[in-house]
């Protein structure tokens, strides 16, 4: 280990966020405080759970605390905590460098607009660095618990480029914030300031904090907290704003969350749970790597972050706080995974975030921006749970042909409320995007009849639609399948009767397109559109194949199943066509038009549109109409 003082460069990453920060978050500077006192009161939490295997780290110093001393005369305010201290190496790796992946592309998104931009970098949690928004130089001075006075180290930073890291002697163990404030916000070395900044962010802290003015004549210490962890008091005893600012604490969050509950588990299992429904999701949520979970505490005793045993992957956007009386305190991640109480914990609780969910839904607003935020998430709990379908069905919403638009607010049963008396389905389409599913020709009949389709487009759905199968009884139906079961309807027969000269109008078709389809049927669904692709009830459909494609995967061969529409006058055009080869051009391009129409990709684009052009020119022979 090296004595002498060093100086080092900040992460490309924490150079560009000082940045920003100081920038972007400016008239909200305040929460500096919030952000070191809860750095302060994690340490303590650390010390605490480490203590329990190595008492000895607390020493003769077994009180955890936190003291805030402010300073006028030399405009300072330093944050001390009595926790588990960093060494040289953890100030340098935790202060110098950024360890959550994916923060160069976070940071990438950032636009200048500053209201957008402290919106981004709320969410993904700003921590120590804010200090620099007050202040102009920061000392760090740290002890790790365990390590000798003479291996403490100050690290020292203006927020620019580098930082400069030193040994230093130190009695104390644990870690001294001290900001240098800048010129104009001399109020943060103000006593009642600050006494009333702790009230407002710090108060629910499970550790005493307390203020100190320094040099001020009979300057006192006193405590300014309550000092008793927030999940730990009665529900009829916080406020909203407790609440609130909890969840601040907790999840470094910037924005206020949507909701939260808050319970008390008694009996055989005993355990509180704090769980918040965030108001935006992380930046990171895609990333199946990224850390996610709840804070466990034992019997009040900090454990661990991110435990991700209590909630499935598909509610990893919840926050919060289980603190359990019955799981041993040195219980670990793989004793937590085969700790038989831990089912029944994971059940309880999972239930418990889809019912806040569902009262939640009562209030529309909040609900929307849930689901606009977390509906694709939520969505992967019908593939993955299939204990709560129905509460996951009731909880989801969809853009549908009743609504106009592509917002997603309509649920199961807004829809099965308009549906026809005799509708015993639950009509679907898949497509690429909003705008090719509401065009699409498949749903053209069941459209003019005022049956209402829900209109799905995220990756997803395909999936969602197959786990959940049905709904309220009723079969969940995609309208690109061969077999489409629709509602009768008096001229349904007419309609679905073959004159002879259909039957071979379909047979001629068949021939010229038989490299390309499996079979040429008269459809049920059109009505504007000539014809369309449907896929053969045992095959993929075409949305998951272009996704499984993407993807790398090999898949076998299949050729979908061609509809044509008897009566549009493109059809009657080529029923009349004698032209053996312009009957060709022309069954060719009804094909690529249904398959462009649906969203796929022409094997041979540049043979469409010489096919077209010769077709439109007149000649048929401009395009070798065999398509590989
Ligand atoms: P976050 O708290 O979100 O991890 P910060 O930037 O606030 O991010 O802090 C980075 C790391 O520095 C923390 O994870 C912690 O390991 C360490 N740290 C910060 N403040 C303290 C402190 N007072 N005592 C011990 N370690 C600290």
Redesign the pocket.
């Known amino acids: 280990m090296s004595d002498k003082r060093e100086t080092l460069g900040f992460q490309t990453e924490v150079r560009q966020l000082l940045q920003l920060m100081i920038h972007s978050l400016y008239s909200n500077k305040e929460i500096f405080l919030r952000?070191?006192i809860?750095?302060?009161s994690?340490?303590a939490d650390?010390l605490r759970f480490e203590a329990l295997a190595s008492p000895e780290l607390l020493a003769d110093d077994t009180e955890l605390g936190i003291s805030i001393e402010v300073d006028k005369t030399a405009r300072t305010l330093s944050?001390i905590?009595n926790?588990?201290?960093?060494s040289r190496e953890?100030?340098i790796?935790?202060?110098g460098t950024?360890?959550k992946s994916g923060t160069a592309e976070f940071l990438q998104q950032m636009t200048g607009d500053t209201q957008h931009d402290a919106n981004l970098i709320g969410q993904f949690?700003?921590?120590?660095?804010?200090a620099f928004i007050v202040a102009d130089k920061v000392s760090?001075e740290?002890r790790r618990a365990g390590n000798s006075a003479d291996a403490a180290v100050r690290w020292e930073s203006e927020g620019e480029g580098e930082f400069t890291i030193e040994n230093i002697e130190r009695e104390e163990r644990?870690?001294r914030?001290i900001l240098h404030l800048k010129e104009d916000e001399s109020e943060f070395a103000e006593s009642y300031r600050i006494e009333s900044l702790i009230r407002k962010y710090s108060d629910h802290i499970g550790f005493p904090v307390s203020l100190t003015a320094v040099g001020e004549e009979d300057a006192e210490t006193k405590v300014v907290n309550s000092a008793t962890a927030l999940w730990t008091r009665s529900r009829s005893e916080i406020s909203e704003d407790e609440y609130k600012e909890f969840y601040k604490h907790l999840s470094?969050d910037f924005a206020d969350p949507l909701t939260w509950s808050h319970n008390r588990v008694e009996g055989k299992r005993e355990y509180t749970s704090l769980l918040y429904i965030p108001s935006a999701a992380p930046f990171d949520m895609w990333n199946r790597e990224a850390p996610r979970g709840l804070k466990l505490y034992v019997q009040r005793v900090f454990i661990m972050d991110d435990a991700e045993q209590f909630l499935p992957l598909y509610l990893r956007f919840v926050k919060g706080v289980v603190d359990s009386s019955d799981l041993p305190l040195n219980v670990s991640r793989e004793l937590l995974q085969q700790n038989p109480d831990l089912t029944a914990m994971r059940g309880a609780l999972t239930r418990r975030v889809l019912d806040t969910l569902k009262k939640m839904a009562g209030q529309k607003d909040d609900y929307q921006k849930f689901w606009g935020e977390f509906g694709q998430v939520l969505k992967e709990g019908l593939v993955e749970d299939n204990a709560n379908k129905d509460k996951l069905a009731k909880l989801l919403r969809f853009a549908t042909t009743h609504n106009g638009n592509d917002t997603q607010d309509q649920s199961l049963d807004d829809y099965l409320e308009r549906a026809k008396d005799d509708q015993d389905k639950i009509y679907y389409i898949l497509g690429e995007s909003y705008a090719t599913a509401v065009a699409s020709p498949h749903i053209e009949q069941l459209r003019s009849r005022g049956i209402e389709i829900l209109l799905l487009t995220d990756r997803i759905d395909a999936w969602l639609a197959e786990s959940l199968a049905e709904y309220e009884g009723k079969a969940l139906v995609d309208v690109a399948r061969e077999a489409l079961d629709m509602p009768e309807q008096s001229d349904d027969k007419a309609q679905g009767e073959l004159n002879d000269e259909h039957k071979s109008l379909l047979e001629k078709i068949q021939d010229v397109l038989s490299e390309r389809v499996e079979a040429v049927n008269v459809s049920r669904r059109l009505v504007d559109s000539p014809a369309c692709v449907v896929a053969s009830d045992q095959d993929l459909n075409p949305q998951v194949r272009r996704m499984l494609e993407a993807s790398g995967q090999a898949l076998p061969e299949s050729k979908p199943i061609l509809e044509i529409n008897v009566h549009h006058p493109l059809v009657t055009r080529l029923s009349d066509e004698v032209d053996a080869g312009r009957f060709e051009s022309l069954s060719n391009i009804v094909l690529d038009h249904a398959l462009l129409a649906e969203g796929s990709q022409l094997e041979n684009p540049a043979e469409y549109v010489q096919r077209v052009n010769a077709f439109i020119l007149g000649s048929d022979s401009g395009a070798d109409n065999e398509q590989s």
């Open positions: 952000e070191l809860s750095n302060a994690d340490a650390k944050v905590d926790g588990i201290g960093m953890e100030l790796d935790n202060l950024i360890a949690g700003v921590g120590f660095y804010s760090v740290s644990g870690t914030v470094h």
